[in-house]
């Protein structure tokens, strides 16, 4: 069978193929084009730091014309650049050198960094230019596609929080009645959560490191004995903005990227949480979806408005959060100084970031449909007088009547009990008249606490 063209429906990975234009935004930065485009970056940065420092003699400095030329290699880099560097690997059989030959090979007609070429990865371990890459990667990624997504999300559960805000309906705790709160109030609880997340996230800084071979400067102390370059290399890292790890082994050891990845993971985490909560209001009535023209919910039920979003929502996270956590898991492992296998798990961090962004997506999508429905959530609250058995033992306790929660526990455990019937009881209390009064007002839709005001506050 001959070789089909590549394309969305011969993609081996939905991510490249039935998705890929939901997910487009990370290929810049997660593909192979987008880490040989970081790797050119660091090297060239490295360059330019190296011919900056006064006190390197040997390295003179660059022409503005020079340095903007660096610039362009780096802003203008191509596909064909990247089939380039692609090319040399299939005769080196070494990505980063290849990636230095190729670069050498692009700026050969540039007298001034000819005359300093051989300072193009000087001293420099392949893992120095690869775990600044990444670092570069994950942080670009992090920050211009996935917290974006996040905040789109949060910002859905905060609207809907406000506009809910004040709409009564009934908690359930291990799946029955219980106290009443509002749709808002619960939306709210999401969001809250995904804030502190979202905050996590975003707060994780990045290391890198850039010690040589394995982590003690041995090749830089050869060729300038004298030279702070502990503290040059220092400032060349923090320069990209990433924080600098001064104590590694050959490979810089990732605990950074694990704290990322499952600070991810616990978002993931609490919105696989939320979309099963979805699901289940959906089900019971609380939320209708709006329908979309020419969708169908069934091939053979014609009736049916599927929570299909949620539901694609959650079967993501769950595929992220498997490769984010193998992630945390592995990466921090390295035999001695290092050995090869975060090489090529490294290279899957576009599916953990493409998964969740494919969620997120969904999730937005489902959430952008929802409309509630203030009839059935009132229906369920009037069928539940006896989530008022709390409020008037509480108050009877406030009175010292004598055994208030067994009252109310013969009353209603397990059964219902109806409107007349609680008042009836009510009428009997030896309490104060206003409380008395009160209590015969209250209802289940009124009984929600603070639930409105905390809504409103996210």
């Known amino acids: ?159 809907l929080a406000h506009a809910l805000a004040e709409l009564p309906m009934l908690s359930r705790t291990h799946g029955q009645p219980a106290s009443p709160t509002t749709l808002g109030k619960e939306m709210a609880n999401i969001a809250a959560r995904l804030v502190r997340a979202r905050g996590a996230i975003a707060g994780v800084a990045m290391t890198a490191k850039f010690n040589g071979a394995v982590g003690n400067y041995n090749a830089h102390l050869s060729a300038w004995p004298e030279f702070d370059w502990e503290g040059f290399n220092r ?34 985490t609490m919105l696989i949480d939320a979309c099963r909560d979805i699901w289940m209001y959906i089900s019971l009535g609380y939320f209708k979806q709006k329908l979309k023209e020419g969708e169908v919910g069934s091939s053979t039920m014609p009736h049916k408005v599927n929570p299909i979003d949620f539901e ?40 953990g970031f493409g998964h969740t962004v494919l969620a997120l997506d969904s999730c937005l999508r489902g959430l952008g449909k929802l409309e509630a429905e203030p009839a059935r959530l009132a229906a369920d609250l009037d069928d539940c007088w006896e989530v008022l058995a709390e409020p008037v033992q509480t108050v009877m306790r406030r009175f010292g009547i004598e055994n208030p929660y067994e009252q109310l526990k013969a009353m209603t455990r397990g059964k219902g009990i109806t409107r007349e ?31 409105a005001e905390l809504a409103r506050r996210i």
């Open 312 to 351: 694609n929502a959650e079967g993501n996270f769950g595929i992220a959060n498997a490769v984010l956590k193998h992630f945390s898991e592995k990466l921090p492992i390295s035999r001695m100084q290092r050995d090869l296998t975060d090489s090529t798990v490294l290279r899957n961090m576009g599916v």
């Open 1 to 159: 069978m001959s070789q089909a063209v590549p394309s969305p429906l011969t993609a081996l990975s939905p991510l490249d193929g039935r998705y890929h234009g939901k997910v487009a935004g990370l290929r810049v930065h997660f593909s192979e084009h987008g880490l040989i485009r970081s790797r050119v970056k660091v090297e060239v940065e490295w360059l330019k730091a190296l011919a900056a420092e006064a006190s390197l003699a040997e390295i003179a400095a660059f022409s503005p014309a020079t340095i903007a030329e660096l610039d362009g290699v780096v802003n203008t880099f191509s596909t064909a650049d990247g089939e380039a560097v692609k090319a040399i690997e299939a005769t080196t059989n070494h990505d980063v050198k290849a990636m230095e030959y190729w670069l050498k090979k692009r700026l050969g007609h540039n007298a001034e960094v000819m005359k300093v070429s051989e300072f193009i990865h000087f001293a420099c371990t392949s893992e120095d230019i690869n775990n600044t890459s990444h670092a570069l990667m994950l942080a670009e990624g992090r920050d211009q596609v996935l917290l974006p997504a996040f905040d789109a999300v949060i910002a859905r559960f905060r609207e």
């Open 421 to 451: 019937a609680l008042q009836d009881f009510i009428r009997t209390l030896a309490i104060p008249a206003a409380e008395r009064e009160r209590l015969l007002a209250m209802t289940p839709a009124s009984y929600v606490g603070k639930a």
């Open 235 to 268: 400032r060349f890292i923090e320069s990209l903005g990433l924080a600098f790890n001064e104590y590694t082994i050959q490979i810089e050891p990732h605990d950074a990227m694990a704290e990322l990845f499952d600070a991810i993971a616990r978002a993931n």
